[in-house]
C-alpha cells in the first residue's frame, strides 16, 4: 500500500516586509500546513534586516523559506530579468504542484516561470491593482496591460474584493479566470478597554498623558497611498475635540511624515509608534479606527478593527464599502478631502454611544463574511479546481 504524497505548494510574494499580503501569506502558509500540504514560502527580505517581517514569522511556525535576492517592486529591465531567472531556479528545484503568487511584480514574473515550466496549477492572488494609484495614463495603461497578461497567464486569479475583480473584468477573456474571495480574519481579542490601554501605555508611555483624550489610531505603512498626509491636514483642523492619533506602522515617507507633524505643532498629539507586534491586541484602549487610503483592495486592518468591535472611519475605496456599511456600521467619506475627516471625527466624538452601535454592528458582519476559516477554504477550492 503506498502512501499519497503530499502536494506541494510554493508561495511567492514580492516584499517580505510586514502587510497585508504578507500577512494573507502567512495566514495561508500555516492554514496550508495544517491542512496537508507542504508548503515553502518565497520573498524578499526587509532592508532593515532579516530578523523582521514575513520569513521570521514563517519560520518560526516551521514553515521553509526562501528569500528572493533580485525581487524588487519597481519596473526594472535588469533587474527582472535577474528575479525571472531566480524565480525559474526556484520553482525548477522545488517542483511544485501549485505556484501561488502574490503581488503584482510576483504575479507577472512567477505567471511567466510557471507557465515556462508547466506548473500544474498556477493561482495569483490581486491584493489591488498598481493601475489604480495616482500615475501618469501611460503607466497606468501599461499596469492595466501587465495585470490583465499576468491573469491570463494564471490559470484562477483571486481577487481580495469585488472592486478588485471588476476592475479587469472588461479585457478580453479575464473575467472567467478571475474569483472573489474576501481576506479573513480570527476572532479579536478579549481585553477590555482599561486592559488594552494598560498594555499600551507600557509599550508608548508618552500616551499616559492622553488618558482623556480622543484616542484615534491607524495601523498603515507610511506610503503615499495611505493618504496619512490628508487626515492629518483633517485633525490639524480640528480644534474642537482633545484628539491624539497613534499610527502603527513605519515607511518609506517616515522622515516627511515627521517633518509635516513638527511643522505643524502636532508632535504631542501624533505619535509615530512604528511597527507594532500584534497591533490589534491594543485597538480595544481606541475610540476610532482611522483609514484614510487613497487606494486598498480590502484590508486586513479594517476586518481587525472591526473584530475589536471599533467604530471605523475610512474612505471609501477599494473593497472598502464592501464591508462598511456607510452611517450603519461606520462612516464612509471620499479620499483626499481633509475636511470630510474634520467633519466626521467632530461628529463621531460628539456621539459615542452612535459609534459604539456602529462598532457592534461592524463585529457582526466581519464575524458572518469574513472569517480566516472560509478564507482558506476558498483558496483551497481554487488549488484544487472546485
Known sequence: MTTQRKKRVLIVVTKGNWGGAQRYVFDVATGLTVQGYEVSVAASRPASGSDAGLLPALEKEGIETLTLFSMGRDLS???????LRELLKIIHTKK???????????????????????????????????????????ERALF????????LLSHVTITVSEHTRRHLTWFPFTARKMVT????????????????????????????AHYTSYRIV????????????????????LQSVPWVWVIMGDGEEKQKFEKAIQERGLGGRV?????????????????????????????????????????VLATSVGGTPEVIRSMKNGILIDPDVPEAIT???????????????????????????????SMLQGVVNAYEGV
Request: with cysteine; hydrophobic share 45%; proline share 6%.
Open 77 to 83: 529591465v535588469k533587474g527582472d530579468f535577474a528575479a
Open 96 to 138: 511544485p504542484d501549485i505556484l501561488h503568487l502574490n503581488s503584482s511584480k510576483a504575479g507577472l514574473l512567477g505567471t511567466l516561470a510557471g507557465q515556462l515550466l508547466r506548473v500544474p496549477r498556477i493561482i495569483f492572488t490581486a491584493h489591488g491593482w498598481a493601475s489604480e494609484e495616482s500615475r501618469p495614463l501611460k
Open 144 to 151: 492595466l496591460l501587465l495585470h490583465s497578461l499576468t491573469v
Open 181 to 208: 474571495i474576501y481576506n479573513g480574519v480570527k476572532k479579536g481579542t478579549d481585553l477590555s478597554r482599561a486592559e488594552a490601554w494598560e498594555l499600551l501605555i507600557k509599550r508608548i508611555p508618552v500616551l499616559a
Open 218 to 237: 491607524s495601523i498603515a505603512e507610511l506610503h503615499p497611498n495611505k493618504g496619512l498626509d490628508v487626515a492629518l491636514s483633517g485633525l490639524a483642523a
Open 271 to 311: 505619535i509615530l509608534a512604528g511597527r507594532v507586534p500584534h497591533a490589534a491586541e491594543y485597538l480595544p484602549a481606541f475610540d476610532l479606527f482611522l483609514l484614510p487610503s487613497r487606494k486598498e483592495g480590502l484590508p486586513y486592518v479594517l476586518l481587525e478593527a472591526g473584530s475589536a468591535e471599533l467604530p
Open 343 to 373: 467633519g466626521a471625527v467632530r461628529i463621531m466624538a460628539a456621539d459615542p454611544q452612535k459609534c459604539k452601535q456602529f462598532g457592534r454592528k461592524l463585529k457582526e458582519r466581519i464575524e458572518e463574511d469574513f472569517s480566516t476559516e
